[in-house]
């Protein structure tokens, strides 16, 4: 940035802040407010209570009691938060991605602390876990939503300890899938509409959450386990009992499936062994460029279907066996209830669109302090973590209409050494036919391209093919 861009910072700060003004009720209450987003966006080495009250000049204390005490409405707060994203971010392309991040912490009375795995720290550890929903446009990407998780047996069945660290006693112990299905209505309600959701696959292997995001209509591409059950042919259902086949007895429940079908195998084995997939080849996409070079992935795609809550089969689904290009060992498994007719470059660009969480949660803890608390009681980290959702989403329009426009990617190389090129993922076009009709057009024109010169091998990290889209299209840190 120039310094006429600097000098912006803070008048755009002020008036971006303004609009949340009635969330507090009173002014001495809400000076406070715009002294703390100011030190999480400031450079401070440790953004903390006591660093940020320093830097303002006002007692520690006063900060503390900010965040525990004072009396203001941190749920409307959020609210206005995905409302604001939900007017001047809304798009039909839009994604949400659900995750969870650990906050490493020392001890046992910080609100919800327990040894449990920790994605931080890459093993079980001391730590506090939190349930967050990211959304993603074309040239967007935030955080809008995060919960505490409340373990049950250490703190869910000792209300006395939950009461010594301020934990109401209506909030109780929930599973993680219900907090992500809570944080999806909550932000729905505020207006925020999904054209897809994408998630791990801690959450695409729960049936239940699968079968809620059925019933509501919502398009998404989970990852699942290796050890998912599918079927590779849709197994045939008697729906009633002929006259002939009654017996005395007890009768059976209909539908049912009938006794002569394929059983359902796990998705690691529809790779290995299914025909359907044996006899396609693997097909090259380029997935995003990252600071590295282009990402570069092999799928293969197949219609399967799944057990629904009373264990038939259902609509088709998309199957989508995805591999990295440069460790052909890594592969990953992707399922979606998208339209038949949704092209595979739709779904894997979906599906890799997860790195936008991650990279806000690694801008929030470098830049914004989101780890930094240094708070024990259960509404103070709420507060913390609805103020770093707030300072994100101004860091975020504030480098959108910043840092220049960015050009859309071109077909590269692929990584078969063939020096074809494989069908581009990271743009946006029209998700569906009936929406655009010629966007198969769209993806013809990124699918290959004809080579003037003879045909060299190439790879995804190629520094010939990278050194000018990298400048071009980095991300730049917040």
Known sequence: MNAKTIMKIKPALKQFLGQFDNCFGRSSTR????????????????????????????????????????????????????????????????????????????????????????????????????????????????????????????????????????????????????????????????????????????????????????????????????????????????????????????????????????????????????????????????????????????????????ADENGLPGQPYHLVIARNSLDPSEIKYFLSNAPESTPVEILLRVAFTRWTIERAFEDSKTELGMDNFEVRRYCSIQRHLILTCLSHVFLSEFCLQHRGGKNRPDGLPGANGSGETGAVVDYWPALFAEVCLDHQQCFDRYATTKRQSSALPSSPNNPEITFCRYFSQRHNSL
């Open 31 to 306: 000076k406070y407010f715009p002294m703390y987003i100011q030190g999480q966006l400031s450079d401070l080495p440790r953004k903390s209570i006591e660093p940020i009250a320093d830097a303002a000049g006002v007692p520690a204390r006063n900060l503390q009691e900010f965040l525990s005490l004072f009396r203001w409405d941190h749920h409307r707060l959020r609210d206005q938060i995905q409302q604001h994203v939900a007017r001047h971010h809304s798009s039909p392309d839009s994604v949400g991605v659900v995750d969870e991040t650990g906050f490493v912490k020392k001890g046992s009375h910080t609100s919800c602390v327990q040894r449990q795995y920790c994605g931080t720290a890459g093993k079980k550890e001391n730590c506090v876990v939190g349930v967050h929903l990211g959304y993603a446009t074309e040239n967007f990407f935030t955080l809008l939503d995060g919960d505490l998780y409340l373990p049950k047996e250490t703190w869910d069945a000792d209300r006395s300890r939950c009461r010594k660290v301020g934990i109401p006693d209506e909030v109780v112990f929930r599973t993680k899938i219900q907090m992500a299905l809570e944080q999806i209505e909550r932000a729905m309600a505020n207006g925020i509409r999904f054209g897809w959701l994408t998630f791990d696959e801690f959450y695409g292997r729960s049936g239940p959450f699968l079968h809620t995001l059925d019933r509501r209509g919502q398009n998404y591409v989970a990852e699942i386990p290796v050890d998912t059950m599918l079927w590779t042919k849709r197994p045939d259902i008697l729906y009633k009992n002929h006259c002939r086949d009654r017996k005395p007895g007890r009768q059976k429940r209909y539908p049912r499936l009938k006794v002569k079908n394929n059983p359902p195998v796990e998705v690691r084995n529809i790779l290995s062994f299914s025909p359907l997939l044996r006899k396609q080849a693997w097909k090259t996409y380029h997935v995003k460029d990252g600071t590295k070079g282009p990402m570069v992935w092999q799928a293969k795609h197949l219609m399967v279907w799944r």
